[in-house]
């Protein structure tokens, strides 16, 4: 444990009472686990590993860890799975193209396990960048392929239709299909392609058979022939298989609200005969949008987290950015958004540093009163349905205290920093200095320049000064005269 914390933990354990958006109910609920002698059970969509992720999928896992962290922070145990969905998501979400991992094989001529491999690595590493916490568990779909066969067997006599193309879920034997999208309309429907044979259109492939002639980089025999399992089972049967059923919680981005969680919900329902939709609560975050719309891999272009790197950001810059705004709000995308949240993270690296030179006592045993009311303003903002933008607020008013023992005000802050994730005990303001990857001007020419413009201030040569800042500017580098560093770079985003 960080030195500082232990005085303050013990100050918000209790707190108030977590309440958290059911996006199935459209309502804030209280929470508890289902299960005190489990923890909490969460289930996490993951991603498709098919290409990079773009800053809108990771906004999903910043969410999620912060939920998990809040939850952790009320003093829950917790189980969180991920899965890596890597066979079956078509190129639709419903029922319509090809393999998304097979066409990403075939576009680059690498095997669909290599494929695989690289980009679950990337996304590990853009949570690493990002501090979000590995889960409990990775569960890999096509480690699973056995029991997505055994699940899809025991619903199939009751629940489900073969045509040529597969074996298909009938969405009228279960109750109130749908119920987690809300209305059934035309633009929902209109997502959904149309397949010959079909009951409804709102009925979804369960196995998808290999086309006569056509042999899949991803194939296992079935009782329904050769093919690859659906998008949606994959979920089904491994929240259930690892975390039970009924489960906890079950996150992902609103885009999944509409059609692949109401498919697991209905799937989850047939196998165990029953209404329950196999979550107590059903959590979602908003869609990242930039000024062209929601960000999307479906455009042809889009914004990682290397390139904010290569641009010089830090990556927690951007996790700052996420956690200003509430995770159900839709949230802008910009580069003066991304450069003002870098800029209160300076702010918080400088004074938090600042508070820990001075805190050479450790910390009291009585958390003083300011002290406990900023924590407990913190607790407040994270219990009702994480407000993190409030939780911040809670953070800059802690550290602009007077006159408090800075050893308990730095336990607090870090106390505080468990729930944010933005590293704040060991970031320094230096890590935070911009600095493109392709930048061409060094660390010692910008030294070098800044001390002759120095003396040139000092001579009160105005002009020689101004023409070796617009000089450095060129260059992409900004002087910044009250900065402690006297530099930064401007990046191009």
């Known amino acids: 444990m960080t030195r500082g914390t232990a005085a303050a933990k013990g100050a918000t354990m209790q707190g108030a009472a977590l309440t958290l958006y059911n996006s199935l109910t459209r309502s804030l609920e209280p929470f508890a686990p289902l299960d005190p002698e489990k923890g909490v059970r969460v289930y996490s969509c993951g991603p498709t590993v098919y290409n990079y992720a773009h800053l809108g999928n990771l906004r999903a896992y910043v969410f999620t860890d912060t939920l998990a962290r809040t939850l952790r922070w009320k003093g829950y145990a917790l189980t969180h799975v991920i899965n890596i969905t890597d066979v079956g998501h078509l190129t639709s979400d419903a029922d319509a193209g090809d393999d998304k991992m ?3 094989a075939r576009a680059q001529a690498k095997s669909i396990w290599d494929i695989a491999a690289h980009y679950t ?37 009751e629940h ?9 879920f009938d969405t009228s034997t279960v109750p109130d299909y749908g119920r987690l999208a809300g209305a059934q309309d035309d633009v929902r429907e209109g997502r959904i392609d149309p397949v010959a044979g079909k009951r409804h259109p709102q009925d979804f492939a369960i196995w998808r058979k290999s086309p006569a002639g056509e042999q899949r980089l991803m194939e296992w025999e079935s009782p329904w022939g050769m093919g690859a399992p659906g998008w949606h089972l994959e979920c089904s049967v491994m929240s259930l298989k690892y975390l039970g059923a009924p489960f906890d919680i079950h996150t992902g981005g609103i885009d999944h609200r509409e059609i692949h969680h109401p498919n697991e919900i209905a799937q989850n329902q047939a196998y165990c005969g029953c209404g329950d939709s196999g979550s107590r609560f059903w959590m979602h975050n908003n869609f990242l949008v930039d000024r062209q719309g929601k960000m999307s891999k479906s455009k042809g272009g889009f914004t990682t987290l290397q390139s904010l790197i290569d641009a010089g950001v830090h990556p927690l810059a951007y996790r700052l950015m996420c956690l200003q705004a509430h995770y159900r709000s839709e949230l802008e995308f910009s580069g003066e958004n991304l450069a003002a949240a870098l800029t209160r993270l300076k702010r918080l690296a400088l004074t938090v540093t600042a508070v820990r030179a001075k805190a050479v006592e450790p910390p009291p045993a009585t958390v003083p009163p300011q002290i406990a009311s900023m924590l407990a303003e913190f607790d407040a903002a994270m219990s009702d349905d994480l407000n993190t933008a409030r939780a911040l ?6 550290l602009a205290l ?9 336990a607090a802050a870090l106390r505080m920093d468990e729930v944010l994730g933005l590293e704040l005990g060991t970031l320094s303001r230096e890590a935070l200095r911009v600095r493109p990857a392709a930048a061409t001007i060094t660390a010692e020419e910008i030294q070098t320049k800044l001390a002759e413009r120095k003396q040139a201030r000092a001579e009160k040569d105005f002009a020689r000064s101004d023409a070796l800042r617009d000089a450095l500017i060129e260059r992409g580098v900004d002087v910044m005269d009250g900065d402690p560093l006297g530099w930064d770079w401007r990046p191009a985003l």
Not at 121 to 126: D, I, L, P, R, T
């Open 102 to 104: 097979e066409a990403a």
């Open 160 to 168: 489900c239709y073969e045509l040529d193309s597969g074996l298909y």
């Open 121 to 157: 690595a990337a996304f590990k590493q853009n949570l690493k960048d990002l501090n979000i916490r590995e889960p409990s568990r990775w569960s890999v779909a096509t480690d699973h392929i056995a029991e997505m066969i055994a699940f899809a067997e025991k619903i199939a006599p």
């Open 402 to 410: 007077k006159r408090i023992d800075p050893a308990a005000q730095l």
């Open 393 to 398: 607020v809670a953070l800059d008013t802690l």
